[in-house]
């Protein structure tokens, strides 16, 4: 017998339970099919593993920072099962709770690799083949391996494989210096392994503001990880202590492990969509902003449509293709979406860059506040990094908003509802912050945009 949707879900990330979830609160009878564990990448091997182990590579930050504070109470140890275990905890406790979202939906989840097998159709490895009038495929994107130097699960990682490494390695360089790259560095050096970063640009985290980069690196720099800029790996080989890679320049530099992190791609291939002939490339499935495909029926969302390969940002796509699936004629809006950084120190952002708005021909004022000149951030032993309100030249309307420093991803929401509203500085900090807080830095970066911060020499 021939199962019957109203809609079917391929892939049960961010995007994809999501999508499901709304789908069903719309009345539709709905599946979900999900090859491995619930959640996703994000869930399972990148957003939410990952910031476990930061936030115990914040305490142990902290902790060392502890004796100048008053604090002292021996060495810190770390307890590398501890760390993977905890980590477990987590994911294990998110994915259970997704479950039992979906249970509590109604929502049909079926295991196993599904793909599309022509209209109103999806194969289901394991169940067999269901129909449903409208398809939404969220089945994710995959790490980019370097041809040179594949991924082989013990020497050269992927960022999914250091997840599951189960101990600290003494060393490792890390190839790629974006935001997955730059993350796990600061992780591992604040659990005491010695880390070298190889980028072929020439900054870090190259999509941020540009002084924003270049404090990450001085940062990064000073806490003794090893920064090879505007450079490139172009050979590996495999020893028994672990691997030594070769630069471009003939540099060698021995390693327990190499991190691999170069990027991710849409995961198109085995969804299906080619049955259809629904447009897609290496960059992903083409949708607009309804999230429709070239094929009515037929909706993409998360990081397969390439685009911002956000967590974030997947959900939302999601939720507007199941809408839209149902009748709905909602548009995803894209020009205040947050990105955040988990490095030690935290790096957000929203908006433009100070080099994007130049590029479009704005005319611009930037106002910063730095931490340093924040009573709560030298309370918490947390100085480092600055607070940048990127602004239009005449009438100060905000444009971006860029933050390096403690709990700098936390600190953003303010500003994503700022410019969401096309605030200028002026109105932005009329309102009262209170104090001490991180928050008032916000503030005091918008009034700098005046050049009447309270708290700063002009």
């Not at 790629?176 to 070298?196: D, P, R, Y």
């Not at 029926?297 to 939720?319: F, N, Q, S």
Request: charged share 25%; net charge neutral; glycine share 12%.
């Amino acid at each position: 017998m021939v199962r019957d949707y109203d809609v079917a879900v391929l892939g049960g990330g961010p995007a994809g339970y999501p999508a499901a979830i709304r789908a069903a609160q719309l009345g539709a009878r709905v599946c979900l099919v999900e090859r491995e564990s619930l959640g996703g990448t994000c869930l399972n091997w990148g957003c939410i593993p990952t910031k476990a182990l930061q936030a115990a590579a914040h305490l142990v930050e902290r902790s060392r920072a502890a004796r100048e504070a008053g604090v002292a109470r021996g060495e810190i140890a770390i307890d590398a099962a501890g760390l993977f275990a905890n980590k477990a905890r987590v994911v294990r406790e998110l994915v259970s709770g997704i479950e039992k979202l979906l249970k509590a939906r109604r929502i049909d989840v079926l295991r196993g690799e599904g793909r599309i097998a022509g209209e109103g159709e999806i194969e289901v490895e394991g169940t067999g083949r269901i129909k449903a009038s409208r398809i939404v495929v969220a089945t994710g994107s995959i790490e980019a391996p370097l041809p040179f130097m594949p991924f082989d699960g013990a020497r050269i990682l992927s960022s999914k494989d250091v997840l599951d490494l189960g101990r600290i390695p003494a060393s490792v360089l890390v190839v790629g210096g974006g935001v997955i790259g730059c993350e796990f560095a600061t992780i591992l050096h604040a659990f005491g392994s010695k880390v070298a970063i190889v980028e072929m640009l020439p900054s870090l985290v190259a999509t941020e503001d540009a002084q924003v980069s270049r404090t990450l690196q001085m940062l990064l720099r000073k806490k003794g990880i090893d920064l090879h800029l505007s450079s490139k790996v172009v050979s590996a080989r495999t020893t028994e202590a672990g691997v030594v890679a070769t630069l471009e320049n003939g540099t060698e530099i021995s390693s327990e492990i190499v991190l691999v992190s170069v990027g991710r791609k849409p995961r198109v291939a085995g969804s299906g969509v080619e049955t259809l002939g629904i447009e897609a490339g290496g960059g992903g499935i083409a949708v607009n902003r309804r999230m429709e495909t070239s094929r009515a029926g037929v909706y993409a969302a998360g990081d397969v449509v390439g685009g911002l390969l956000l967590a974030h940002v997947a959900t939302r796509e999601g939720i507007v293709a199941a809408e839209n699936a149902l009748g709905g004629a909602r548009e995803v809006a894209y020009d205040a979406v947050p990105a955040t950084i988990y490095t030690l120190p935290e790096i957000s952002r929203v908006g433009l860059t100070e080099e994007e708005a130049k590029k479009r021909g704005e005319k611009v004022v930037t106002g910063r506040f730095p931490f340093a000149a924040s009573g709560k951030a030298k309370g918490l032993g947390e100085e480092d990094g600055f607070v940048k309100w990127v602004a239009r030249e005449g009438d100060r309307r905000l444009l971006g908003a860029h933050i390096i420093g403690p709990y700098a991803t936390e600190l953003l929401a303010p500003a994503i509802v700022a410019l969401d509203r096309g605030l200028t500085g002026e109105q932005f900090a009329e309102s009262i912050f209170p104090h001490p807080t991180l928050s008032e830095t916000l503030a005091g970066a918008a009034e700098s945009l005046y050049g009447r911060a309270i708290d700063l020499v002009k």
